[in-house]
């Protein structure tokens, strides 16, 4: 089957033929018709430093996916050839104290689909049966494509109650900008988002998010002013892992304010660590998605008229796959989706 592989240990993606995976007694194979691509995806592509100590070559990439299911070994029972699904990038050891609680998501020996074993750029892909994600109702393929992304706006925007409160998002990429949607239609008053990227803030406007700061001429607190806010904000989403929208973030919280963090530093953070303390803030890290709370919340959100498809800027034939690393490097675009429909 032909796969986008990363089979040398060298700045680029090679779209080669791979022997199709088959499934084991607990795994399910998915025909990938629909894929997305991640941040992730691209510095593997670059080889950077990170990949270069992550990624053991060769391998097939690719984590944000739909797709559907053609065969399933003899131990599952409740998902059939046909099933429109979207799957669950985290591998979890399902052993470990966090596993066996329930609490999936704090696994600490994660494999990585497209990591750390083979992904999903490609036309066939096997998980564990406890990775694959059933849509109950068909949805837009490449909706369902980027559920793994989603599912990270979802957790994050989630992560504390923001009915009626003023949230603060920094960082307006497709995670940040779903994360504002998410937070806008769970019915917070103020969802402000910021970026330094202009083509970024016009995604974000167009995804319906009214308040947009261009942090290279705008502050945080005149937006405060302008909305009439006097203590701050309630809720910050970090989504940029940019240590200056972090700063402005920290300046920004109401006393007692909470803060998600999502986006992930190039390199450590120092902070003021007198004003989280004095503030009595709450900082908590966000990784991956709950497994599942997250993908039942994304599902139902849909259902009730959630709209996310905005965040889509670009679609291509997986063999324009070049054309889409392209655009992802650009900055200007959204979520850039593949399709593999005609590849089988
Ligand atoms: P992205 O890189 O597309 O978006 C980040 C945005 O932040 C960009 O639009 C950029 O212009 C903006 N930005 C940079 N400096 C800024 C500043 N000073 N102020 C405001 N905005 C600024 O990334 P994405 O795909 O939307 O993902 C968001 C973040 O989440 C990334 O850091 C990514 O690495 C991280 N991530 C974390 C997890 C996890 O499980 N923790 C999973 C996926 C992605
Ligand atoms: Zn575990």
């Known amino acids: 089957m032909k796969a986008l592989v990363k089979s040398r240990a060298a700045r680029g993606l090679w779209l080669e033929d791979v022997p199709e995976p088959q499934p084991g007694i607990n795994d399910v194979k998915i025909r ?10 691209l510095h593997i592509y670059d080889w950077n430093e990170w990949a270069q100590n992550t990624i053991h070559v060769p391998l097939v990439i690719g984590h944000e996916f739909a797709g559907e299911v053609v065969e399933v070994g003899s131990n599952v029972a409740d998902l059939q050839p046909g099933d429109q699904v979207s799957g669950e990038g985290h591998v979890v050891c399902g052993r470990c104290r966090n596993c066996l609680a329930g609490r999936r998501h704090l696994c600490a020996h994660t494999q990585g689909v497209g990591v750390n074993r083979a992904g999903a750029f490609t036309e066939y892909v096997v998980l ?102 006097r203590e701050g904000f309630d809720v910050g989403l970090e ?29 450590e953070i120092a902070i003021d660590w007198s ?19 997250t993908w039942y919340k994304m599902t139902v959100m849909l259902e009730s008229g959630l709209d996310i498809s905005p965040v889509i800027s670009h679609r291509f034939s997986w063999r324009d796959y070049e054309k889409g690393f392209e655009v992802m490097r650009s900055g200007e675009a959204g979520k850039v989706i593949l399709d593999w429909r005609d590849a089988v």
């Open 275 to 293: 004003r989280v303390i004095f503030n009595s803030l709450t900082i908590k890290g966000i990784y991956g998605r709950e497994m599942f709370e």
């Open 32 to 41: 990938v018709l629909c894929t997305g691509i991640c941040g992730t995806d």
């Open 239 to 267: 989504m940029s892992g940019a240590p200056a929208a972090f700063h402005e973030m920290l300046a920004n919280m109401c006393h007692g304010g909470k803060i998600a963090i999502l986006g992930i530093p190039a390199s």
């Open 128 to 229: 564990p049966m406890m990775n694959v994600w059933k849509h109950p109702r068909p949805i837009p393929l490449d909706v369902a494509a980027i559920f793994d992304p989603f599912g990270n706006a979802v957790h994050t925007a989630l992560s504390f109650p923001v009915l009626g409160e003023d949230v603060l998002v920094t960082g307006a990429g497709p995670i940040g900008i779903m994360a504002a949607v998410v937070a806008q239609f769970a019915g917070a008053r103020h969802v402000v988002i910021t970026d330094i990227n202009s083509a970024r803030l016009k995604l974000a406007e167009k995804a319906g998010i009214p308040i947009t700061v261009d942090s290279r001429t705008q502050r945080v607190q005149e937006i405060q002013t302008m909305l009439g806010m």
